[in-house]
């Protein structure tokens, strides 16, 4: 199946700072990524959807202005955590899929962030 | 709105016995199902899928699932359960183009 790496793995950052995340489709193009969150022990919730070329979506809740995503070539899109703070901490994973239907969304490693 | 319900936070078997994890959705056409696992710390590992056609599908390691239309239902089922299961089950639901709603989880424990 396709692949799609996330990097880095963990992140330890100090409050204030930004933090970047890549996520790579290392196989194939992918015009649409997806990031998502995921608290501990909850589930994981789709944080905006990032298309190649153009502006994301951000669901409902989330602040565009502090999660900056950048999706500027058809096999990487990034999340930037902006002035992060303890409670952005959390499990942050990216997805992304073949182009068309009946098709199932590949994702990263994920990226555990701890903001100290 | 599309969502997924998974009533058991919690699951605790026997290694060797069968295992059935339930998952109820709510879509308005016909859904894409899909069955995730994940282990501690680690990304999601897709068990298996359902778009169209035979509803029971099989997946990876010995696992299968029932898409059941009348029942909204698409559980997830092992016959016989294995230590190396032990990890946290996600349902999830979409209409493709791979955007995907989860469902909260199943937290699967094996005891010897």
């Known amino acids: 199946g396709a692949v799609v790496s996330q990097h880095p793995s963990w992140v330890i950052c100090k409050s204030g700072t930004s933090v970047k995340i890549e996520c790579r489709s290392l196989?194939?193009?992918?015009?649409?990524m997806f990031w998502y969150r995921q608290f501990p022990k909850q589930s994981l919730m789709l944080m905006a959807t990032?298309?190649?070329?153009?502006?994301?979506?951000?669901e409902q809740g989330v602040e565009k202005d502090k999660f900056l995503i950048n999706h500027a070539s058809l096999t990487l899109s990034t999340l930037t955590v902006t002035s992060a703070h303890p409670e952005d901490s959390s499990f942050y994973i990216c997805?992304?899929?073949?182009?068309?239907?009946?098709?199932?969304?590949?994702f990263g490693q994920g990226t555990r962030l701890t903001v100290v | 709105a599309q969502s997924v319900t998974q009533p058991d936070i919690h699951i605790t078997v026997s290694e060797g016995a069968s295992l059935e994890l339930r998952c109820n959705y709510s879509?308005?056409?016909?859904?894409?199902l899909f069955w995730y696992v994940q282990s501690p710390g680690q990304g999601l590992q897709l068990l298996l899928k359902?778009?169209?056609?035979?509803?029971l599908v099989q997946g990876i390691k010995g696992f299968e699932a029932e898409f059941k239309r009348s029942q909204s239902s698409f559980n997830l089922r092992k016959p016989s359960v294995h230590w190396s299961d032990a990890a946290e089950y996600f349902c999830?639901?979409?209409?493709?183009?791979?955007?995907?709603?989860f469902g909260t989880g199943t937290k699967l424990q094996v005891i010897p």
């Open positions: 997805s992304a899929g073949l182009t068309g239907t009946h098709t199932e969304a590949f």
């Open positions: 196989d194939f193009q992918a015009t649409t």
């Open positions: 990032s298309n190649e070329g153009s502006k994301a979506t951000y």
């Open positions: 879509y308005g056409a016909t859904p894409y």
């Open positions: 359902y778009f169209s056609g035979d509803t």
């Open positions: 999830a639901v979409g209409g493709g183009y791979q955007k995907v709603t």
